[in-house]
């Protein structure tokens, strides 16, 4: 991943502080999803902000999410919904949900994590 310039750099971080707290999510979600891979630690280190902050401002708005994540997700939601979803142990709940949290997170590299 490219970095910015250090003028680029200082113009980005004058303009994120006279946003709102709302705006200042929104830009920062904006800015990951135009880094892509490494964008999210890149930012959170030039602003100074949480990385659960910006993933979950990223998944609000679609930013940055890829496609596998969100088929994840949908898949997870579907499986609460049946009846097999009582069925599972909750070491298989937690590592479920984990897994799609670190993919929305920007974990994307990560393999489905197998119950013991």
Known sequence: ?????????????????SLSEKDKRHYVAVEVAKLEQGGINYITELFDCHRETI??????NNFGI?????REELVLERLQKNRIWQDLNQLEIEAS???VETLKSGGLNVQHPVPK
């Open 97 to 99: 949900k984990e897994y």
């Open 66 to 70: 890829s496609k596998r994540a969100q």
């Open 1 to 17: 991943m490219q970095k910015y310039t250090e003028e680029i750099e200082s113009l980005m971080y004058t303009y994120y502080f």
């Open 55 to 60: 993933a979950t401002e990223c998944v609000r």
